[in-house]
């Protein structure tokens, strides 16, 4: 940048400024993607114009040795470090912000209520096409075409830029060309960008998105209405109606609604109808679902309602389609964006309302690097855009019924199901000497025979894939264990290998015990595999259709599977909590929960609370319509109190209780939790480590609790043993002055390299 000083004012002539005023670069506070808890400052890049700064600007800097990029988070007049060590930012790839100032206030809360880098946290919001040194708008299949700008130009205007002038005729001969055309003729993307900056040349308009846009319904309808968009809307019941009443009158401003429905209650059918009225009122609706939520069948129903506005977020979208459905969200053509746990971060200028749909579902919760729960932070969300939220479930959370009880959250109930389904009626099935056929006793299987014989169909539910959870010696009582993990080895049978559900590990099986060399190796216990075995084995007749994430791989597989029950068809289901979820199959009469009882002991205090919704969520999958249904739980303590207030009163009776027992033991949502932890190949080191953490919080934290450091729920992974410090303290405020200071001394550290450590606030597994 020139250093150019005004020569109005002050600077007149005779009249020295002291210090003398010379407008300094202003520095731009750059959060760059490392594991810094802190941005860090750096100059604008030489050719910038000091206007088109903004925070929410990608910037290419310098970081070591490498060039990263970075997001600038705010623009300052001075930086605390020396001029002298400031460097200078290379380039900023967009003219434009990429991130609002709303997602950017969201992103930095996140950072700081999570202790997580923001640099690490802004790339990870961004989608991938946009996290690479890339202009955002330039993707190798942009075409270019002369821009206004370039009929103006006389013959020689640019005869001393021969790449410029090559570029314009180029493109003066063709219409258009591509980047790689241009390329191809010699002509560099920096040139381009010197012309389109100069409006020579401009890109077409974007045709990238790969989304054919259905024909958007007739929206509008008059309110009322039993058709919206193409599909017809059932007529809500009062409780929907109260529920529907309630959210319209909080739609001016922030406010956090619980709508608590039992499954099928119409829950879904409340929000389309809030959502209808959202769209009415010209804003966006963003609707999070659980990662297996996202069945085609909700995709299905919010498409006929509301038509081409919406956009899908899944899994199975490439890079490309991602940035095209963060394009449409960024310009207002979604209206609606559906989507999982990172969809959260969409911009969404005009977004007027959340959805949260079964709230309680673990996989709000991101486990790995930044340690983000979703549903938290969609109520931050909506409290900052001042629009309101619905967390939905049957089950709901500890914490959002605790939220209710202290009157930050409005609690909607609907206490039946929609329409002429009925609950499923519930029985327990005492496994206690019974033999055991693929993990089924005789009572259940001849259950299941009767059914099928009726013309019905069948849900088998198991959580664990693979053929037998242990491969056990008969002889000397050798177990196959995973090497580097803690943990078992899973047989798959058809793949004929051993694999740990922890690591990455697979090796074949062992033809005899490699201790004693016995050729009797038992495989115990039943996972899906042989579950679906035992069952073919038992129905020869009828289609055994198994889903878990062996079988689910495939992009469309659960479409098809959904068709294909569709059909009606007897036939039975056999699966682990992919199928637990969200899934509507009017002909399944008949649930049976194969084994529960390994989360009704287990050292973890969430365990209680995932086993209730586990139960009552794959339940809900029994007589969705107007067939009754029926479940049936095998298990060998059919006294345990957790399975008589399920079957005696349901999920209300069952978490009373627990919430009680949670306030008694100061367990959240009473308390709050932070986790450090840490994980490396030395275990010595790694809980020294977590020592020198714990006795200086000790010393200069003394209110907050440190407990431990103990082994992490699975002691050993891949090789690194993993231990962690566990924080406690009723409020939030002193634990996370705690953990400041945690990250501080472990940031400190981090020269020694040899140990990788992470803070978890508000940990969902393992504490
Ligand atoms: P949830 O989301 O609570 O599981 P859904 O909204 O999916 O419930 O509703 C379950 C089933 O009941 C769906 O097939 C839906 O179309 C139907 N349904 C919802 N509300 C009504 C209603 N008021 N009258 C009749 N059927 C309804
Ligand atoms: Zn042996
Ligand atoms: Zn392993």
Redesign the pocket.
Known sequence: MLWKIPRDGLDAPGVRAYPPRMPADPVLRVAVPAPLRHTLDYLPPADADAASLAAGMRVVVPLGARRVLGVIVAIAARSALEPAKLRRAFALPDREPVLSAELLRLCLFAARYYHAPPGEVLVNTLPVALRTLRPAGARSTRRWRLGAAAGGLGPQALANAPRRAAALELLGQRGTASDAELRAAGITSATVRALAASALVEPLPDDGSPCVALPAPPLFGSAGSTTQGGATA????AA?QAALDALDAARDGYACLLLE??????????YLRFIERVLQSGRQALVLVPEIGLTPQTRQRFEERFGGVVTVLHSGLGDRERLAAWRRSADGSARVLIGTRSALFSPLPELGAIVVDEEHDASFKQHEGFRYSARDLAVVRAQQCQVPIVL?S?TPSTESLANCAAGRFRHLV?PE???E?RPPVMRLLDVRGQPLDGGMCPELTARIGTELAAGKQVLVFLNRRGWAPLLSCADCGWMAECRDCDARLTLHRAERLLCCHHCERRQPVPATCPHCRSARLLALGAGTERAEHTLQRLFPSVPILRIDRSTMQARDAMERLVQEVGRGDPSILVGTQMLAKGH?FPRVTLVAILDLDGGLFSADFRAAERTGQLLVQVA?RAG??DLPGEVLVQTFHPGHPWLMRLLGGGYAAFVGPLLQERRARGLPPYAHLAVVGAEGRSEAATLRLLQEVRDALRRAHPAVEAIGPLPATLPRRAGQHRLQLLLRHPHRAPLHAALDAACTLLESQRAAGITRWHVDVDPQDGA
């Open positions: 059932p007529a809500l019941n929907q429905g039992v499954t099928g209650s119409g829950k879904t059918e409340v939905g049957a609907l199901r929609a329409g389904a509507h809900g969705r319509a």
